[in-house]
């Protein structure tokens, strides 16, 4: 049986990892839906900032057609992601996020951090 061959990345939006991060602030915008209204410009805001911000430096990241600055683009939407995982955390010592919600974020933001592990450490072997 012969080996199926990779599909090649031709945008950003071949990434996998931009995809994960996209659904990744999907899942956030509906989790902070019904935080209290008071929340709307703090720190739900923030999260939905950071959250969109992860897949937004992915993609302007590969745009911007240099190894060295894709890297760099890496490295902010990692930041992002910690931010988020920082706001997360918060909720849930508020009580605000908890059960599935909570749990569904974690998992996603720890699948999100390791897919961008994965291409920050392939990135810096790769030259263009």
């Given amino acids: 049986m012969q080996a199926k061959k990779p599909t090649p990345i031709r945008t ?3 990434l996998i990892l931009w995809q994960k991060a996209l659904a990744l602030a999907q899942d ?16 739900v805001a ?9 897949a937004s430096n992915v993609a302007e990241g590969f745009g911007r057609g240099r ?17 988020l995982q920082t706001q997360g955390e918060l909720c849930r010592r508020l ?8 749990e569904g974020l974690r998992s996603r933001t720890q699948e ?5 592990s994965g291409l920050m450490r ?3 072997k790769r030259n263009r």
């Avoid at 190894?67 to 931010?83: D, T």
């Avoid at 999100?112 to 961008?116: A, E, G, H, N, Y």
């Fill in 112 to 116: 999100v951090d390791r897919l961008l």
């Fill in 12 to 14: 950003y939006r071949d």
């Fill in 46 to 54: 923030q999260m939905r900032a950071a959250a969109i911000s992860v």
């Fill in 122 to 124: 392939a990135a810096k």
């Fill in 28 to 43: 956030v915008y509906h989790a902070t839906e019904g935080f209290e209204s008071a929340e709307k410009f703090g720190l």
């Fill in 95 to 102: 009580g605000w996020l908890k059960g599935a919600a909570l």
């Fill in 67 to 83: 190894q060295a600055e894709f890297r760099r683009f890496l490295e902010i939407a990692r930041g992002s992601l910690f931010e």
